[in-house]
């Protein structure tokens, strides 16, 4: 039951049309002052389109937004922010190319006579926000320079800065470290405190679950379910979310290991980002056929350089690569390809997914060379390919000539684990597969996994969640600063201690300002 | 880190109402059909309103002629075309085209070799190998400096153009090279007939361009080579880590370009059986300008050779057609940047019109209730 | 306003081509006149002079303009075949590329007249009205050399090298100057035909050599771009400037006496009989004179600057 | 999109080894310091081999006209400038030379007031404010065509290049416009003095170039306006959502930059006391060209005053000392080509050479043992 305090902010029968989709059917959805509202849902579920419509950023094809109990029209996001509500956006917004401060006062520049710029003023304000928020960062440096863990501490100050009645959290900590975590929360206490109303939405629903006051759930563009934090646990939400308990996620499997396929040998490789810095230093690992081998660690641990190095994509500056006892050499991602490594990127939209081109096409795009029949293509196999490939992973289409963007986020990432197993791999490499993926699509992508182990793939994956970490995998590799801090079979360790190997290192990481 | 898009239009129109969902459909796949006309549209109005204007306009000779002349633009623009898909922009071939030229100029005047003071009369196809082969080194220095040396397009093409005309005008010591007809007892004759021949009853050049078009179309369409280049324009990242060798397909469109750009020079040096060393100034716009009226987009991924052709026939028609009507040359400057900021136009409207066709039929179909899933 | 316009403005009126004026004389069918871009004077001088003839004969014009660019000529050349002109009357893209074109037209039964600019081949225009380069270029040498006192430094500015008068003139300059000793070649420059460019190349080559007595041009445009950067250094009384052209602006600077002189090449002389030639080859198949006619090009100064108006005698 | 951006001082972070990471930070940042100033070597260098090869390059007066000759292109790649910074691109400057001396000459030689039939003579000050209107009129076309109608930069002001020309042309008949002195008695002299005055022994337009350079450095580093610049081009929709009014900034730019190529424009007519409706052709290479020496990115959000002068000053100094050392004006082409592209593969080189040199240090010093975390 929600609280009797009056809302500050509320949507009204809000429904939101996307084109063909119907992103919000009729939502009505209240912020109280001086309380954290947790929103959960799948992806798609229109978490951030209802944010986006109390931020001002998108506008409700019908219904409205009352504010103070009077009907307002949010014209823009700078409207919603003069009016005291301010968004902490999904995805990443900052000018890689200003600094810091000149991203926190970005269109609120504080005037310093002449038509110019108080910079002191701004750096002092810039300094005193980070300080709160525990990060010492030099408010001239480029956000461009700062590592994605940073950038989003960044984002969070120039929330605070607006010093608003109504703050809107959308996934803010996907890529904060755990001590980072703990700050934003501190803060966000202090805000409720004095009488800020926060909107809070994450995928990592026990987090969430810890800051939240009120739940509130959607499902597919409805409201489904509030209650009070205290009075529910996550299994009631997973269910309120999808209508299935969590359990489910994880398929509970036997592997029946054969010989040991890849190899890594003191691996060594730079930080692309960064050059001055090792991603990988002297890191070894072994995968057997039949084997799912998880790799758990903070961000910027050097997960995605560890596997894009061996997806060839990355040159090792020392080590060596073995498949099945054989050395990989140095000949760039379509070779490795050949030889049967394949990678599923991190970032299905920067790394998977070819926007312009259909489903189909992006599916086929690694193995063309499979179809080719005198120098052509030849549409026939390549359909008959692609279709079989839809229904294998179980991607929800019109069609092999669907466009790519009409899928879900759980859909594309099936569509972009499909391309890899086109190429009929021996080896495969996941990066955070389950990134941004909702429950539901989650557990197919683990069963599709378990599938490929089955049939005696290696799978090498990376995540972020510990329950996944815990549960998905024969064999976890916990990665501190591009090294193996730790290996243990399922079951050897509870959360607790896998959270002390990672967040051990993560104290230390913050300590040094980089990591 | 998440997805827009769930759902496409047809499945996103609720259970609710399936034949509005259906109309609406009908609707603007209608539309679309309509609009992905409109480099069509544009050139039968061209040609009704012309027609109209002029009787001679629409004679068979005059088309031909009128097609002859289009084909030398669309012999580049098809090159610009694949460099466009790539996201890249080829400003050197107007520069090439004159370059190509000259070296075939040179070339059938015959060839000193020092050493054994001898002079050399390589064969027609020997000449116009030649010719291509340096279009295509051309391109390839193109294609070398944005791969290797990540030198944007723009400035690496931009500074082609200046050395290839550059040397295009020392080769020729900046003189025009007379005809070149060449002469029977050398056994180098016949390169008029690029630019004079009539198989058919076409002219030649005729030929090369549908000839080209053929050959592109099938490339874009068919081949692996096709599908690389548009997923690279599309996301070359994405493309790259699916094993696309991105940087042989990019340094490819640069040498195919270059190798268009030298045939179109072959055409006009031909056709005026001279070779001058300050011909095709300027092609390289044109040629941008067709390959965008038809539908292209600048960012890559996006364009067709039939969209590029029907660009070409747009803009030479419009500049025949005004001459016909004996439009001054000042106001024929005039009304070619206001047909191609148009066309282009044209279409941004059409995208646009397609997304609020498509929100508004959606909105109504979700205004009727239905049961909470 | 000029040539191109006037068959502008009644082109709404669903008329191909603009009918003569004075309506005198029987229609006689299409004459296509064809020159280099109409923003050099000159070029316009000639088309509205040969266009004000055709008409004044009775003829219908379409007026075009290549822009020095043979390709755009020969396509110029097929619409005016397509639409079987009477006549082509023609200042020519290049010697050697506009040989085909002309060919082409004779072949197609349409005769060619050309003017200003020759062609390197013989029997394939009716006409090659060209007024003569090397004499007019000698003839303002000669002034020069006058003028210089047969001493001092000079510069040459150039057309564009691609371009066959440039040389012509070039040579006929060196031919004179060059049996003077005492006159110093001090640069020599291409500055494209372009005022701007001769006006920049000028100034440099001024900081190169300050000791100049003349400046010796290919044409009139540049020569003004050389009287300003000579003004703006503060030379212009001390140095002689020779231009080539005879254009409104050059004479009006002979009459100010920025400049000493320039070669008048009377171009619309060179169109109205290319046209009456023209006229004659339609009515009775020859127009009575030989092929090449050379028109000598006529020397303006201050003295006899006001006996001329637009590239031609009052 | 967050790119990574540049990494500007390298961060020692390997615990490994402290010492031989902050040795390669510092190599490092002495290569930047080094490299940043690539343009100033790449002019120093000319300066030292022109100098050393003609007696005459070196001296005052030829340096103060280098510098005027400059001045023209440096006033328009200013304006192209803060087009670039945005992320877009403006082809349609050189046209605006031309027709701003144009609308000069034409308000000069007094404008017929049909309806009263008397002759107006505005006062040169008047003409000056018109023309730049003028300018600034086709900028805010350009800037309308890429915000309310979406057309590609590179599109719209193509399209406006040749209208922009092609009015020039018909204004003025395509006649040049002679002495623009104006006459005493009507009150509009001293137009001249624009190209010709010195005050203080300079040239105006060097006065007008470094007057104009100040004005823009303080737009972009002091000022809000500035700042939303930079955001725009870095990050679109970043910018927008943190309230950046983005077309106003956009529409801005563009009209800035028109009013820029008209002053140049002015500058010009008034140095020739003359206008030519050509005037102008193909100055936008040269303007884009500065910036991108001058270490702009074409994809908008990096790029500065400082860099931009020194591109001009590399582009001009080279032509005019090509001049003086009387090379030929086809090697003047190749040069001028060569020297654009090498300019800019040295920032290629620069960032690259970062990259390689700290991967290898960091490897280095991870050899030494260390015991496993
Ligand atoms: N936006 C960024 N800017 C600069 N450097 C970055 C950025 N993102 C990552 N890095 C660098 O890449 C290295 C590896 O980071 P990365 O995020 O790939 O690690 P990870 O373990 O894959 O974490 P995650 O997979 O969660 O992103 C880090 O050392 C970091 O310095
Ligand atoms: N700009 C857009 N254009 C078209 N459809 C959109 C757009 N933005 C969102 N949608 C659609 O609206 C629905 C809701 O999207 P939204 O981003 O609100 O979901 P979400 O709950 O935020 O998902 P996630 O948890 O992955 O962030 C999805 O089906 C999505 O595809
Ligand atoms: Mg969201
Ligand atoms: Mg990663």
Redesign the interface.
């Known amino acids: 039951m929600r609280t009797a305090v009056a809302p500050i902010l509320r949507a009204c029968d809000v429904?939101k049309?996307?084109?063909?989709?119907?992103a919000l059917?009729g939502v009505d959805f209240d912020v109280a002052p001086g309380r954290v509202t947790a929103l959960f849902g799948e992806?798609?579920a229109g978490k951030?389109t209802l944010m986006k419509i109390l931020s001002g950023?998108e506008h409700p094809?019908?219904g409205h937004v009352e504010l103070d109990g009077r009907p307002v029209a949010l014209v823009?996001?700078?409207d919603a922010?003069d009016q005291g509500i301010a968004i902490i956006?999904?995805?990443?917004?900052?000018?890689?190319?200003?600094s810091i401060q000149?991203n926190l006062?970005?269109?609120?520049?504080v005037p310093g006579g002449l038509?110019?710029?108080d910079r002191r003023a701004q750096r002092a304000t810039t300094r005193a926000i980070l300080s709160n928020l525990e990060e010492d960062l030099d408010p001239d440096q480029?956000?461009?320079?700062l590592r994605l863990g940073q950038?989003q501490v960044v984002e969070i100050a120039?929330a605070l800065l607006q010093e608003a009645r109504v703050l809107i959290m959308d996934?803010p900590t996907?890529a904060l470290t755990a001590p980072e975590v703990e700050v934003l929360f501190r803060v966000i206490r202090e805000l409720t405190g004095n009488g800020v109303a926060v909107v809070y939405i994450s995928h990592h629903l026990d987090e969430a679950l810890e800051i939240a006051d009120d739940v509130v759930v959607l499902?597919?563009g409805?409201l489904?379910a509030t209650a009070d934090a205290a009075e529910v646990d996550i299994g009631w939400i997973v269910e309120q979310m999808v209508g299935r308990d969590q359990d489910a996620l994880f398929p509970h499997r036997t592997p029946a290991l054969g010989e040991e396929l890849l190899t890594v040998r003191d691996l060594?490789v730079?930080?692309?980002?960064?050059?001055?810095?090792?991603a990988i230093?002297?890191l070894s690992l072994s995968v057997r056929q039949g084997e799912i081998v998880g790799i758990y660690g903070l961000m910027g641990s050097g997960r995605t350089e560890l596997l894009e190095t061996l997806?060839g994509?990355v040159p090792a500056?020392?080590g060596e690569i073995l498949l099945s006892g054989a050395p990989l050499e140095d000949a760039g991602?379509?070779r490795?390809?050949?030889q049967g490594v394949v990678?599923v990127?991190e970032?299905?939209?920067?790394?998977?997914?070819?926007?312009?081109?259909s489903v189909g096409?992006n599916l086929?795009?690694?193995s063309?060379?499979k179809f080719?029949r005198r120098?052509?293509?030849s549409r026939d196999r390549e359909r008959d390919a692609v279709e079989r490939m839809i229904s294998d992973v179980t991607v929800k289409?019109?069609g092999a000539g669907?466009?790519i963007?009409?899928?879900?986020?759980g859909?594309?990432q099936k569509v972009v684990i499909g391309?890899a197993l086109l190429?009929d791999p021996r080896v495969l490499l996941l990066d955070d597969p389950s990134?941004?993926v909702d429950v539901g699509a989650k557990a197919d992508v683990f069963e599709l996994m378990a599938a490929q182990a089955r049939r005696g793939l290696a799978v090498l994956f990376t995540t972020s969640d510990a329950e996944e970490a815990l549960h998905i995998p024969d064999r976890l590799l916990v990665l501190?600063?591009g090294?193996v801090?730790g290996e243990f079979r399922r079951g050897e360790i509870n959360r607790e201690e896998l959270m002390s190997v990672s967040d051990g290192?993560a104290i230390e990481a913050a300590g040094?300002?980089?990591? | 880190m998440t997805s827009p898009g769930t759902t496409t239009a047809p499945r996103a129109t609720d259970p609710a109402s399936p034949e509005k969902a259906a109309a609406a459909a009908r609707r603007l796949s209608l539309l679309n059909a309509l609009f992905e006309l409109r480099a069509f549209i544009a050139l039968a109005v061209l040609i009704v309103v012309f027609g109209l204007l002029s009787d001679s306009f629409l004679t068979v000779p005059n088309l031909i002629t009128m097609t002859k002349h289009v084909a030398i633009n669309a012999v580049i623009a098809l090159g610009m075309l694949l460099v466009i898909l790539k996201g890249g922009i080829d400003l050197s071939v107007g520069s090439i085209v004159g370059l190509s030229g000259v070296v075939a100029g040179e070339l059938l005047q015959g060839l000193n070799l020092g050493f054994v003071d001898l002079i050399a009369y390589p064969p027609v196809w020997g000449v116009i190998v030649l010719c291509i082969a340096v279009g295509m080194l051309v391109g390839l220095v193109n294609g070398v400096l944005v791969t290797r040396f990540r030198v944007a397009p723009f400035i690496a093409t931009l500074g082609m153009l200046y050395v290839a005309r550059g040397i295009a005008l020392l080769i020729s010591g900046g003189s025009t090279y007379p005809n070149l007809g060449g002469n029977p007892e050398l056994g180098n004759t016949g390169f008029g007939l690029l630019g004079s021949g009539r198989p058919l009853g076409l002219p030649t050049s005729i030929w090369i361009m549908v000839a080209l078009a053929v050959a592109v179309m099938l490339l874009l369409t068919k081949s692996p080579f096709g599908r690389w280049l548009y997923a690279t324009g599309g996301n070359e990242r994405a493309a790259e880590l699916s094993g696309v060798p991105i940087n042989r397909v990019k340094t490819a469109v640069y040498v195919i370009s270059g190798a268009c750009a030298a045939v179109a020079g072959l055409i006009i040096a031909s056709e005026l059986t001279s070779a001058a060393p300050q011909a095709g100034e300027t092609y390289e716009l044109n040629a941008i300008a067709a390959v965008v009226i038809g539908g292209a987009a600048l960012s890559g991924g996006r364009g067709t050779v039939r969209g590029t052709l029907l660009g070409a026939f747009v803009i030479g028609f419009l500049a025949d057609g005004l001459v016909i009507l004996g439009v001054s040359t000042f106001w024929q400057i005039v009304i070619k940047g206001a047909v191609i900021i148009l066309a282009v136009m044209l279409d941004q409207g059409q995208q646009r019109f397609k997304r609020r066709g498509a929100a508004v039929s959606a909105a109504a179909a979700s205004k009727r209730p239905e049961p909470a899933a | 306003g000029g040539a191109a316009d006037t068959s502008a403005q009644n082109s709404p009126g669903a008329q191909a081509v603009s009918a003569s004026p004075t309506g005198g004389g029987q229609a006689g069918g299409l004459i296509a006149i064809i020159t280099p871009s109409h923003d050099n004077p000159f070029f316009k001088a000639e088309a509205d002079a040969s266009k004000a003839k055709a008409e004044e004969l009775g003829y219908e014009t379409s007026v075009a303009s290549h822009d020095d660019d043979p390709n755009k000529q020969s396509e110029l050349i097929d619409a005016a075949i397509s639409r079987q002109a009477k006549a082509i009357v023609l200042d020519n893209a290049g010697a050697d590329a506009s040989i085909g074109p002309v060919r082409k037209a004779t072949e197609a039964g349409i005769p060619v007249f050309l003017i200003d600019r020759e062609i390197n081949a013989t029997g394939v225009a009716k006409a090659q009205i060209v007024s003569n380069n090397s004499q007019g270029a000698q003839l303002a040498a000669q002034s020069f050399v006058e003028a210089m006192k047969e001493k001092g430094n000079y510069v040459e500015l150039v057309g564009k090298e691609s371009d066959t008068n440039a040389s012509v003139r070039s040579k006929g300059f060196t031919d004179v100057i060059s049996q003077y000793p005492d006159l110093k070649l001090v640069a020599r420059e291409s500055a494209n035909w372009d005022q701007q460019e001769a006006f920049t190349k000028m100034e440099t080559i001024i900081q190169k050599n300050r000791d100049i007595q003349g400046v010796i041009a290919g044409n009139d445009t540049m020569a003004l771009g050389a009287v300003a950067a000579l003004k703006a250094a503060g030379m212009l009384d001390k140095v002689v400037v020779v231009g080539f052209d005879g254009s409104p602006d050059a004479i009006a600077a002979i009459k100010a006496g920025e400049m000493h002189a320039t070669a008048l090449q009377p171009a619309a002389l060179a169109a109205e009989s290319a046209v009456e030639q023209a006229d004659a080859f339609i009515k009775n198949g020859s127009t009575g004179k030989e092929e090449k006619q050379s028109i000598d090009c006529e020397l303006v100064t201050k003295e006899n600057a006001d006996e001329f108006g637009v590239f031609a005698r009052k």
């Open positions: 429904t049309v996307y084109g063909g989709t119907h059917k992806n798609g951030s950023i094809t019908t823009s996001s700078r922010a956006h999904q995805e990443l917004s900052l000018c890689p190319n200003l000149d006062f970005l269109a609120r520049e038509g110019s710029i480029l956000v461009g320079d950038q120039r996934e996907s499902r597919d409805r489904v060594v730079a930080d692309p980002a960064n050059p001055d810095r090792l230093d002297r997806a994509r500056l020392s991602i379509r490795r390809i050949e990678l990127p970032d299905r939209q920067r790394d998977g997914l070819v926007q312009t081109m096409e086929s795009l690694a063309l060379a080719v120098l052509f293509v289409t019109d669907a466009a963007g009409s899928l879900s986020g859909n594309q391309k190429t990134r941004g501190v600063r090294t801090a290192a040094d300002g980089e990591r």
